[in-house]
Structures are given as structure tokens and as C-alpha cells.
């Protein structure tokens, strides 16, 4: 796998090579997994058992057949439960694999050096903090390094787990929540990486899914991953001032490249950061993979991929900037899937409606909310704020230190309430300020009708309200964590959550109503009190129609985190792995992001102008291109056959010539058709 780029910087601030593919289990994939104990692939289910229900005494381990020594992410779902209980399973990384997995207690961990995240759900007496926990463990599963309670460990639900472990920190993220955090280094003597789980005299299943395993590289420090090459005194570079790549300066007639130093032969997925700009234009760079690397990169329109005038096979993703004699007809900026050379093009596209912007901070986002289009809020990770004024994202300093997952505010932006962990809330009335803490359970979703009737939601079935003075507890509701809020009116207001769980609060009553399923439920949003719509895991998407909720087709199945519409018939809803799912007011189709990350929030002032955010912020503006008339013709003139045909070209027209604003005409190119609306 290759990164090549000719004429033009590069800078990839974060790199995430291929180690082995997102793998579904749907088919086998040769020889990226290593089967051990009581550990198979379900055929039927298309998952992978690690141990089976009420079958005492079991150990199964998942092994990754690569060894993985360097800073990863890794990504996968359980389910654990529907037994009589324990042991757990565990995340094995930077681990020794001679060993034979055992039943009981140990969680098929062993006692050899490495690593361990531990979803336990037995007390063994001292060797376990608690019961239900998730823990940081080393060497075994009774050297727990830190923990955290938690009872999602088995509760016979599904859920999505991201592991994030770079060289001095490593994050766990239970269903894009912030559940476990850890600064230190670790030993990366050995490079087993897998899942194991097993059973005692009580048994659960334990089974996993959807399994990704990243190599991580923000290049803060040279890793060995990778070789730079390129031509005579271009090469490229790893900058350590910036911690980036240079792949190539803002010279001419210059190629740069960098190669992971492991071949990359099976299925993979991979990410990264780009930035190519600052110089007189062109020509681009490519993505390499299943490529052959014996060869030296050509300058031009080679984008680095091939010889001077020649091919070398494999394939690549080219992000070209310049129109050349290789090039699709009539475009210039484009991304193509690339194979040999240059000039071949696969499939391209030259445009994106929805576009990555920079929000102004490296953190995740868990929350985007706005009263314009120059006044808009995100909020996330470690106390994130992000102001955006129609030109650029700001970042508000020193307000908490808690994750932050929900934002709202008034019309009028005029009082902006934000909460987030431990029930944290903040306020804005001019400036950001803390709220004493009236619940320590997480707060996930805030939603109000005015700044003297708002509401947040969260853990355990947590409700809490402001009434312009004073926050106060709402009791007697269910068990589950609560992620979502959203109403007409102060009595007409449906929160949501775990295992399917709606409530609807009116004037006189608090209700449970019937969902129809059990999946987690992350938000809810409408356009009155007949037209609700609920959005959670696995891309379920539920709609109230004043009586009845009802399972809607969403076309994905993918985890649907948050939702935002400018009427009934143009609703988003955004989700893992960059999913984005749009509603016309009949159906719910896919809509192409561009992004493979995690998107969790999503606000728009108008259908044209829309914000996603998550591990990235993408923008969305509608395809439209404002643009200013400065001519019209005095007199009608007979159009040119190559526009309309012969039978055509009798009709009289009047020139018109309009100029888009500068920051959208890159995005038209020479003959290209467009259709115009007046305002």
C-alpha cells in the first residue's frame, strides 16, 4: 500500500494502513482469522460464537492472524447474555498467544504478558473490583489496571465497541460513549490481537460481529511503518515540527511517495487526513494498494503511480487537480479509481455534495445545533465547544472538562444549554457557565420549548427539567438509559432509548408506549405530533402517526445516531461509518457522504444547508451555487446549433451571464450543464 503525490503538498495529519478488513462474517475470509477452544463462525447467524448459552466450562478466542505491534483502533459488536451468567469476554491486544485458553474465571485471557479489554460480568470475589464491570487488565484477568461498572457487560443486546490505543492513551468507547480512559505507554514486546471469552459453572454467550482492526499513525513519532521515497532530492518526508507527511513541497517537477513496509494482499479499510493546496495548481496525488512498488515515480500527471511514461499494476484512488490529455473529458478537480497508470480510469466522480470541513478542533463532535447558518453550535469530546460564525469554527476554551453529548438553545440563540457526563450541564447566556449538577448520570439529549421550559435526558431513566430557575428530577419513569428528546410543545414531548423504550409526556400523564422492537433508540424528532420519527442500532427508524409507531424500510443497517429535517418530506438521519439517510416524504434512501467514520449529530438552517458531525464534520449544500447576474443581453439572438438542435435553432434567446461567488466556482468546469433558478 502506497501514498504517492506529484506538484502539490500533502499532509496527512492522521493515517489509519490497512491491517485486515471490516470483517461481517457474511463469508469466509482465507487465513484473517485464527479459530480457538469453542470458537466458530455461525453460518447461520453470520457472527462468530465465542461460547454458547447454558453450556458450562467453555473458552473460545478470535485471533487476528496479523500481528499488530503498533497504535490501533479497533472496532466490533457484542452481544452477552441469555444465560445464567458470566464469565465475560476480553479484547486482547499487544499479547502473547502461546498459551491454551481456559474456562472459568481467566475470560480465556491465560497468564502470558499483553493486554486486555475486559467486559466481565461475574464477581469472582477478590480477583474482580465489582460484578458487571469493564476494565483495563494485564497479564491476567485479576490485574485489573482500572475499571469502570457497567452492566451492558450482559444485558443480551447488541453493542458497538471502538478501542482507540495510541502511545499515550487508549479510549473505549461502548456505543460512541466514552466508557473507559487510560494515559500511559504499553509494551508492545508481542502482537496478538483477538477476542476470547469463556464460561464457568454459570454460562452466557458471547458472541461478536463486524470485527475492524486499524493501525493508527498521527506521526508524532517515527513508527517504522512506513518508506519514503520519491525523486532526486524530493523525497518524502515525515515532518516533525507539524507531525505530518510531506509527500511533496509546492515545487514543479516533483514526486513523492510513502510505502507501508507490510504487504497488504487481502480486503482492507483504511482512513486518512489530506490536504493539497498552497501552491500554483496541480497535478495531484493517489492512493496506491495491491500495488507493485519496484519502480520510480514519475513527475506530471503520473500523480507518483507510475513511471515516466509507463505503468507498474495495481490499483489506486486519485485525487487529481488539474484537467490533463489523461484525464475524464471536461473535468478537472476529480477522485477516479485508478489501474496501472494515470490515465486509467475506472470510475470517477467530480464533485461531492457533501463536503469535510474543518470544525476546528481534533476531538469528536457528539452534538450540532444552530438559530442560522452563521450561528451554529457542536459540541463533544473533553468539554468541546465549537462556535461557527459563516466563516470559520471557534473554539471556547476552559468551560468543562466532561464529554459533552446534547446541545440546544432558544430561537434566538440567546440561552444555549449543552450536557453531557456525570450530568454535567452548561449554559449559555452571553457566556458559557456550569449548572450545578442535579443528577451525576450521563445526559445525553436536551431539547425545550423556550429558554424557562427545557429538558435533558440520560442514564437509567434520567429526566430532568429547567423551569428558568431551578433544574428538578422528573421520577417514576423506566429503568432503561434514556438518549433522545424531542416535542411540539411543553405538553406534547417523546424522549427515547434503550431497548426500545418510548415515553410521551403530556399535560396530564407520562406514558411507555409501544415501540415494537427492542433495539436501542438514539433520537427522535418530528415535524408535529403526528409525524415523530425514532432512529437507533442497526438502522432501525420507527414513525408515529398520532396512534401508532411502525417500523419504517431505512435502507441501511448501520446504527443511526441523529436526525434533523426541514419538513416531512426532507428528514436526515446520520449514523457508523459515515451513513447518511435521507427521507423525501415517501421512502428512505442512502445519500453518498464520502466518509467512512462515525457521524453522530446533525442540524441544518435550510434543506440546502446542512451539518453532520462526529469524527468528522461534513457539510452538506444542496448542490446550489449562488451566483450574481452581470450581463443580460439588450437583444434576443438566434441560439448556436450546439446547443439546441437544428429543428431547435430558430428560437430567439437573450444572453445571460452570471458569476458565482469565488468560494463555489472551483467547483464548475468548462462546458459543464447546469439548471438555473432565479430569485
Known amino acids: 500500500m502506497l501514498i504517492g503525490s506529484v506538484a502539490s503538498a500533502l499532509f ?16 469466509v475470509v482465507d487465513g484473517a482469522w485464527t479459530y480457538v477452544g469453542n470458537a466458530r463462525r455461525d453460518v447461520d447467524d453470520k457472527n462468530v460464537i465465542l461460547t454458547d448459552s447454558l453450556v458450562v466450562n467453555q473458552a473460545g478466542v478470535l485471533w487476528l492472524s496479523q500481528e499488530v505491534r503498533t497504535p490501533f483502533n479497533a472496532t466490533f459488536r457484542y452481544r452477552a447474555g441469555g444465560g445464567t451468567g458470566g464469565e465475560g469476554f476480553v479484547l486482547m491486544f499487544y499479547k502473547n498467544k502461546g498459551y491454551t485458553p481456559s474456562a472459568g474465571g481467566s475470560l480465556a485471557f491465560g497468564t502470558t504478558s499483553g493486554y486486555g479489554i475486559e467486559f466481565d460480568s461475574l464477581d469472582n470475589g477478590d480477583a474482580d473490583p465489582s460484578g458487571n464491570h469493564i476494565a483495563l487488565i494485564s ?5 485489573h489496571i482500572t475499571y469502570v461498572d457497567d452492566n451492558r457487560t450482559e444485558d443480551n443486546q447488541w453493542h458497538w465497541v471502538e478501542v482507540d490505543v495510541r502511545p499515550f492513551v487508549m479510549v473505549v468507547k461502548v456505543d460512541d460513549i466514552v466508557a473507559l480512559e487510560w494515559a500511559d505507554t504499553f509494551d508492545t514486546t508481542h502482537g496478538g490481537i483477538g477476542i476470547g471469552a469463556s464460561t464457568g459453572t454459570s454460562a452466557n454467550y458471547h458472541l461478536v460481529d463486524d470485527i475492524k482492526v486499524r493501525i493508527n499513525d498521527t506521526f508524532t513519532e517515527n513508527t517504522e511503518l512506513w518508506n519514503y521515497g520519491g525523486t532526486s532530492g524530493a523525497t518524502a518526508y515525515r515532518d516533525g515540527t507539524n507531525q505530518n507527511v510531506v509527500l511533496t513541497e509546492a515545487q514543479q517537477d516533483r514526486a513523492g511517495r510513502m510505502w507501508l513496509t507490510q504487504d497488504i494482499t487481502s480486503p482492507f479499510a483504511t482512513t486518512f487526513d489530506y490536504r493539497a493546496s498552497g501552491g500554483t495548481g496541480g497535478e495531484g496525488l493517489a492512493f ?8 520510480t515515480p514519475g513527475t506530471g500527471g503520473s500523480l507518483g503511480f507510475s513511471p515516466d511514461g509507463g505503468t507498474a499494476s495495481g490499483y489506486g484512488i486519485e485525487f487529481d487537480s488539474s484537467h490533463g490529455e489523461g484525464d475524464p473529458e471536461g473535468v478537472g478537480n476529480h477522485i477516479a479509481l485508478i489501474k496501472d497508470n494515470a490515465s486509467n480510469h475506472l470510475a470517477w466522480a467530480d464533485s461531492r455534495l457533501w463536503q469535510r470541513m474543518d470544525g476546528g478542533t481534533l476531538n469528536d463532535l457528539h452534538s450540532v445545533w444552530g438559530w442560522s447558518s452563521d450561528n451554529i453550535v457542536a459540541v463533544g469530546q473533553r468539554g468541546t465547544i465549537v462556535c461557527y460564525d459563516g466563516s470559520a469554527w471557534t473554539q471556547i476554551a476552559d468551560v468543562t472538562t466532561q464529554d459533552l453529548y446534547g446541545v440546544w438553545g432558544t430561537d434566538d440563540g440567546a440561552s444555549v444549554f449543552a450536557v453531557g457526563h456525570n450530568g454535567t450541564i452548561l449554559r449559555y447566556s452571553g457566556d458559557w457557565q456550569p449548572v450545578d449538577n442535579v443528577t451525576t448520570e450521563d445526559l445525553y439529549g436536551v431539547w425545550g420549548t423556550s429558554s424557562n421550559d427545557v429538558y435533558a435526558v440520560g442514564g437509567k431513566g434520567t429526566l430532568v427539567h429547567f423551569d428558568g430557575v431551578s433544574w428538578t428530577t422528573i421520577g417514576g419513569l423506566p429503568d432503561e438509559d434514556l438518549r433522545g428528546i424531542w416535542g411540539t410543545s411543553p405538553t406534547d414531548v417523546f424522549a427515547v432509548g434503550q431497548a426500545g423504550t418510548i415515553l410521551h409526556f403530556t399535560e396530564s400523564s407520562q406514558d411507555q408506549m409501544t415501540s415494537g422492537v427492542t433495539d436501542n433508540l438514539n433520537c427522535v424528532w418530528g415535524t408535529a405530533s403526528d ?7 442497526g438502522g432501525r427508524i420507527l414513525h408515529y402517526d398520532g396512534s401508532t409507531w411502525s417500523a419504517m424500510t431505512s435502507g441501511s443497517t448501520k446504527d443511526l445516531h441523529g436526525m434533523w429535517g426541514s419538513g416531512p418530506d426532507n428528514v436526515v438521519a446520520v449514523g457508523s461509518e459515515g451513513t447518511v439517510q435521507r427521507y423525501d416524504g415517501s421512502a428512505w434512501s442512502p445519500m453518498e457522504s464520502s466518509a467512512a467514520d462515525y457521524l453522530h449529530g446533525v442540524w441544518g438552517s435550510a434543506p440546502g444547508d446542512v451539518l453532520a458531525v462526529g469524527s468528522v464534520m461534513l457539510r452538506f449544500d444542496g448542490g446550489e451555487l449562488p451566483a450574481t447576474i452581470s450581463f443580460i443581453s439588450p437583444q434576443a439572438e438566434y441560439t448556436p446549433p450546439v446547443i439546441y438542435s437544428r429543428d431547435s435553432r430558430g428560437k430567439l434567446v437573450y444572453l445571460v451571464e452570471a458569476r458565482p461567488d469565488p468560494a463555489g466556482a472551483a467547483r464548475l468546469k468548462p462546458g459543464q450543464p447546469l439548471e438555473v433558478t432565479a430569485e
Do not use: E, H, R
Not at 497479564?139 to 490485574?143: A, D, I, K, L, T
Not at 409525524?531 to 442500532?537: E, I, K, L, P
Open 288 to 295: 496506491m494498494f495491491y500495488k507493485k512498488m519496484s519502480y
Open 531 to 537: 409525524d415523530v420519527f425514532a432512529v437507533g442500532t
Open 12 to 27: 496527512p495529519t492522521a493515517l489509519d494502513p490497512p491491517i485486515a478488513k471490516g470483517d461481517s462474517f457474511d463469508t
Open 139 to 143: 497479564g491476567n484477568s485479576n490485574n
